[in-house]
């Protein structure tokens, strides 16, 4: 959609219409001499406008009328948690139309038309909430809608299920929502046996060795990894705006490729999707749970309302190795860095051709290398997400002193998560 022009071309009715077309999240700002509005956006719908005098419809109402000025859309602006505006776009340009027509002299009617939600709508009408991800019209030009948490909402299923009233206490201050390390081995493999755990013995069937024979009796939770940045879609979207299974329902569609990602208070979640299934899912503090019970986790932090999303497109092919980082077991684990010669490690996971991870977790943060048949399919590091190539900042860490490795591999039990049983569970 066009991002900035002039009303004389586009006036704020089209681009209403536009909008909710095209389901479009973000602000258009609006200016036209002295005056000036904001009109605040989430998946096309409209649910709060704002002026110098005011917020709420009139702003809205009054800004049809504008046919000088400017306008400009941004879809990386933050959305505020003030919902002003209970009316559809069609009742407002109709509303608008209304208060510009002169009152008749025999007239009762008020001059300011009433926008007060219609109840007891016909067949046909689509009732949309600022907790809905997703429009869906079932006649053209009628929507009406009621904010969450409003008494008549209906019971509580698997299509309805709502991602929660709005937040009793204050929602926490947006960052951006990527992960930061915690990872804390435990049980390093012994010095002295570091070179053959790391697979070099030269009478060795060059096959990587078990967790076994790498010194670690007991896998230990390395914590919550960061993932590579890719494509936003949406960001800081508020969890209180979003209904979640819709929201799932509208990935599905569009066959979505990527991943959610959630932060709520000290929480942080991440949903994997591949062709629009989620494939794998990751919660908890400590980043220790994952699959089925994960889902449950993210569903239950997305239902208190307190929560900040975003939505990201990347590849399949690292969709699909970032779900083997999650989940996938460890090969080797907890190999003293400075006893390991690293490019001579991935020279040989390059010849096993590993469809795995290598985590290096140094002094200052954590970095991870994406394998696919022993290539380098992505390297990045907690503080430099976008994905590359070179793997120097990676073997970087690698050689600070308290540095540690672990080698992960494939995870041939995961398989994709049945969102809707899991919806249909009680909570």
Do not use: C
Request: overall charge negative; hydrophobic content about 40%.
């Amino acid at each position: 959609m066009q991002t900035q022009g002039s009303l004389q071309e586009s006036d704020l009715g089209a681009l209403l219409q536009t909008m909710q077309s095209e389901r479009a999240t973000g602000t258009l700002t609006l200016e036209d001499g002295s005056d000036s509005a904001s009109l605040f956006f989430l998946f096309g719908h409209l649910f709060h406008a704002t002026a110098p005098d005011g917020d709420g419809e009139n702003v809205v109402i009054n800004a049809l009328g504008w046919r000088d000025g400017t306008f400009h859309f941004d879809p990386r602006a933050k959305l505020p948690a003030e919902e002003t505006i209970k009316s559809s776009p069609a009742e407002l340009i109709a509303a608008a139309e209304q208060a510009s027509e002169p009152v008749g002299a025999g007239s009762t009617a008020a001059a300011t038309p009433s926008l007060r939600a219609i109840e007891g709508s016909p067949a046909g009408t689509s009732i949309w909430s600022p907790s809905a991800a997703v429009h869906e019209p079932a006649a053209e030009q009628q929507s009406n809608w009621t904010p969450s948490g409003a008494a008549d909402r209906q019971p509580d299923t698997a299509e309805s299920w709502d991602a929660g009233k709005p937040a009793a206490e204050p929602i926490p201050v947006y960052a951006p929502a990527e992960f930061s390390p915690s990872y804390a081995p435990e049980v390093p493999a012994p010095v002295a046996d570091v070179a053959s755990a790391a697979g070099f013995d030269a009478d060795s069937d060059r096959t990587p060795a078990t967790p076994a024979s790498a010194g670690a009796a007991t896998v230990v939770p390395v914590g919550v990894l960061p993932i590579p940045s890719g494509n936003v879609q949406y960001q800081g979207l508020k969890s209180a705006f979003v209904d979640f299974p819709r929201l799932l329902r509208t990935l599905r569609s569009d066959h979505h490729t990527g991943f959610i990602r959630l932060v709520s208070g000290e929480s942080s979640g991440v949903l994997l999707f591949r062709d629009g299934e989620v494939v794998e899912a990751e919660a908890g503090e400590d980043g220790s749970l994952h699959g089925e019970e994960a889902f449950l986790i993210f569903r239950s932090q997305m239902d208190t309302g307190q929560g900040l999303i975003d939505v990201v497109d990347i590849d399949t092919d690292t969709v699909t190795s970032i779900a083997r980082l999650l989940t996938g077991p460890p090969l080797f684990t907890g190999l003293l860095a400075r006893f390991v010669n690293f490019p001579a490690l991935l020279e040989y996971l390059a010849e096993e051709q590993l469809d795995g991870s290598v985590i290096v977790v140094g002094g200052s943060e954590a970095g991870v290398i994406l394998l696919k048949e022993g290539s380098v399919l992505a390297a990045y590091t907690a503080g430099s997400r976008a994905p590359q190539t070179s793997t120097d900042d990676v073997a970087a860490l690698a050689t600070e002193r308290p540095a540690r490795i672990e080698v992960r591999g494939e995870d041939s039990s995961r398989s994709v998560i049945d969102t809707e049983a899991a919806l249909s569970r009680p909570h």
